[in-house]
């Protein structure tokens, strides 16, 4: 049997991370993919799915070209949008992708890693052991059980990528980050987008006064969003999709689901190892190790966070924690925040706790916001829409950070650094940023927040007695 320093199973971003942090430090590593280096994200997910959204808002922009003082008198004409992101995502998986493997041995579309004993990998029919066990196997797409769902040609983001035409007419089911992101996407790309959720606001997990900003400017471009929405059937006519939902009967080409993942286990004969899991993920403790010594669960495939930052990151923690001889000093994943962005125009993107969690938890906070709208760069820029909202205390400790709204994917940073590393609303005030940066929105939360501070009690007595 061939023996390694590591096997890892699966080759999405956590797989990616540990196999290329490993290679580079110079251990002999096996990794087994079954499908195509770079997993779900690559393939089906962030890349593609960003690539799309690029190309509707250059379709968009075009469209809009008069807001800026420009006549444009053609029309744009949809050609092959789809065909471009494939182009992409082919480009990077390529030498640029695979370079970083070059001292690992890779198994890749050779069928699944199973479990045979507790350090004992088959694929293909052969074995393979290893001290240390990397288990990177991510989630798939869940499909509720809606009736007539399981029998009518769906999308998920598995096959989305892949069709050739954009859909005249498509149905979404599910307004999280998916759904939302895939609405806007094919909408400015022609379709005639209907979107359909159980929960109340787009991007669930997120901040209810941003996703309504989202959903303002859904419904601006002309997307159906329907919230709070049952659906009680779904059949197939005439080659047409029909949708029976409690707000009405809809009709489309195509309907995608995107309601969620699953981690799928069973082919990893978990249980000849003697590897816990349930129907979240694999088990893991906070150093992302099993119930077994030297076998890690990396990535989606635990349910601990869907993010492919997130996977990466737990890749790089466990290997740390896998390598290192000390049993105290080990990396926990939950020290450290995981911050998540939606990419649709605008953005939504969030740091630490929402203003709802706050609630829940029963901290003294208080909420300090400023508005895109009054902004001269965001105003200029055409990009009124949004906020950034932090919760915070009287004392500038900073809890949590919301922002929808051009450029929030990048903004969040420093709100992330500063929860983080314990810095405060003052450090921020006081931290120069550059004129007329959108990052100069978060400088202005913190000014704002000093503001409420100097306005009242004894700092304008004082003011008045020293001038
Ligand atoms: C449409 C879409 C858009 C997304 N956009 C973003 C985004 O913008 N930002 C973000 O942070 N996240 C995004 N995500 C989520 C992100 O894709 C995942 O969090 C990330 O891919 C998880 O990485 P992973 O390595 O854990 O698993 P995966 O990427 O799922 O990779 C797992 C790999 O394991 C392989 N595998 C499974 N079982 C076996 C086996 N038994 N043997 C061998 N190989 C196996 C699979 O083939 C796969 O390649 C998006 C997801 C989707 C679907
Ligand atoms: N930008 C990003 O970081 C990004 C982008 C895409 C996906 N992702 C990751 O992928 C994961 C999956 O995304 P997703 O959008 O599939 O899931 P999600 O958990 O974000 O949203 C699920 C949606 O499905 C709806 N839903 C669930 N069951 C339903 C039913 N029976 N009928 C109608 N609606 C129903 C919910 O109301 C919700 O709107 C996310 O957790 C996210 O972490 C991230």
Redesign the pocket.
Known sequence: MEKYDLIV????????AVTAMAANMGLDILA???????????????V???ALLKAGEVNEVTENFKEFGIKFSGKTEIDNPLEIVREKVNEISGNKTMKAFERAKLIVDQ????FVDKKVVE?DGKQYTADKIFI??????LIPPIPGLKDVPRLT?LN?FAQTNIPEKLTIIGGG??GS??AQAFSRLGSEVNMFQIDDHLVPIGDEEAGRVLEDKFKKEGIGVYNSTAINKVEEKDGKIIIHTDAGVFESDKILV?TG?KA?LE??NLDQAGIKYDKTGIKINKKLETNIKGVYA????NGK????????HQ?MLALMNAINPTPIKQFKYDDFLVP????TKPEIAQAGITEKEAKEKGIDYQIVKEKYEDYGRTIADGKPEGFVKVITNSKGKIYGATIVGEQASELIHEWVLAIQHNISMFDIMVTQHSFPTISLMNKRVAEKWMMNKTNSGMVPKLAKKFI
């Open positions: 199973i699966g080759m999405g971003p956590a797989g990616m087994i993919e079954k499908h195509k280096v770079g997993g779900e994200c690559l393939n089906y997910g962030c593609p799915s960003k069928g699944e890693a199973k694929v990177a196997t991510g989630t798939e797409p983001n989305i980050a998916i992101e895939m995107a993942r799928v082919p990893l990396v990535g989606d495939c966070a869907l993010l492919s930052h997130a996977a990466m890749g998540w962005s939606v990419f």
